[in-house]
């Protein structure tokens, strides 16, 4: 097997509103304990990649304190590590501050990592995937680059604004952003495997087209001119597109369903997250919990049914939530109804009883906020 590395991504992801305002995408909590970039890194982990360098854009703080040593996605920490790369220079120009840039500016780190093979992937597309079967495929056919794609009958509602690949046989020939026109697409879930060579040979062409090229303009680029031997791969497995709040709501809460979860978290591979010692969660008998995640450190004396909490969330008696999604360190006073309710972090909900929202109009409380 070549020697492969794995870069995750944290450029260019869709924005969850006040969600990701004040961190990056891949920090967002998931199901209550995870954080959206640690299915990509499980993947890798899991795969026996063990050098996944990050491309943070912005917030390095709370990606490092997500990951710490990144230890728990590296399987032998004599040859691996887990490295954050960011294009300081850029970090005051949004404009200038791309995944490109950013490797660019890391490009001795990179070229310098003794590898043949570079998959790179973003965390809004969640799945669970050996990448060892597209290691075999771009051995086995030779290409320069892969694009992973799913072929989706849903394009029209879960994944507009995607990269829509048209494919001859195995071969790209053009791609296009999904507008939503079609029920049936083949959806690009940005990732890609190169020959290392061919990926450090298009990141230094980058600057003769535009130094204000990201990534997908550059693949897209060299798909149009025909030059090179670029290839889809085919996955099968399900896929959970998380593009804007309002599907970071429905696909967390799709999760619920059992039969949804059981194809995400897979038998023998395991989705490694940052543990925190904390306390079991706590179950007063006033408790009442239905079709629910509810992580650790928890004190639950209210109704909770449907619904995500994260730790050390508080349920006073009497409060009642549904259909919502609670992060952590967050309080519910007692009799506070709330329903298609997202509450960040730290907030504190005990004076105003009912915030009832709709599954498309979304009640959003900020961080540390009152209510």
């Not at 954080?35 to 499980?42: E, K, Q």
């Not at 992060?327 to 009912?354: C, P, Q, R």
């Amino acid at each position: 097997m070549s020697k492969t590395i794995g870069i995750c991504n944290l450029h260019n992801c869709p924005s969850l509103d006040q969600l990701t305002a004040t961190r990056p995408f891949g920090t967002v909590t998931f199901l209550g304990r995870y954080a959206m970039m640690d299915f990509i890194l499980s993947n890798y982990s899991n795969s026996g990649i063990n050098i996944i360098p990050i491309l943070v854009e912005n917030n390095v703080g709370l990606v490092r304190s997500h990951i710490r040593d990144g230890n728990i996605w590296i399987n032998n920490t004599k040859v691996g590590f887990l490295r954050l790369l960011l294009n300081e220079k850029a970090l005051s120009n949004p404009q200038m501050n791309t995944d490109i840039n950013n490797m660019v500016a890391n490009l001795g780190i990179l070229a310098n990592i003794e590898c043949d093979y570079v998959i790179i992937s973003s965390p809004h597309f969640i799945y669970s995937f050996d990448f060892n079967n597209l290691i075999n495929a771009i051995e086995h056919n030779g290409a320069d680059m892969m694009i992973m794609y799913s072929s989706r009958n849903d394009a029209d509602t879960d994944f507009i604004n995607c990269d829509a690949l048209i494919l001859d046989g195995n071969r790209i020939v053009s791609s296009k952003k999904n507008s939503g026109a079609s029920r049936f697409a083949d959806i690009s879930l940005a990732t890609y495997i190169f020959k290392k060579s061919f990926l450090l040979e298009l990141v230094k062409e980058s600057r003769e087209f535009s130094i204000l090229y990201t990534l997908r303009n550059l693949i897209n680029n060299a798909i149009y001119s025909g030059k090179y031997n670029i290839q889809g791969y085919k996955f099968n497995g399900y896929v959970v597109p998380v593009l804007s709040l309002q599907g970071y709501v429905e696909k967390s809460l799709s999760l619920l369903k059992e039969e949804n979860r059981n194809k995400l978290f897979l038998h023998d591979w395991p989705i490694y997250t940052t543990t925190h010692n904390t306390a079991p969660t706590h179950y007063l008998e006033t408790a009442e919990v239905k079709n629910s995640f509810i992580a650790n450190g928890s004190i639950i004396a209210g109704k909770v049914e449907n619904s995500i909490l994260s730790r050390d969330v508080k349920v006073a008696p009497g409060a009642v939530i549904k259909n919502s999604i609670i992060f952590t360190h967050t309080e519910v006073g007692e009799n506070v109804h709330l329903e298609y309710v997202v509450s960040d972090k730290s907030a504190s909900i005990t004076n105003t009883k009912v915030l009832e929202g709709e599954k498309d109009a979304l009640i959003v409380i900020p961080q540390g906020a009152k209510a």
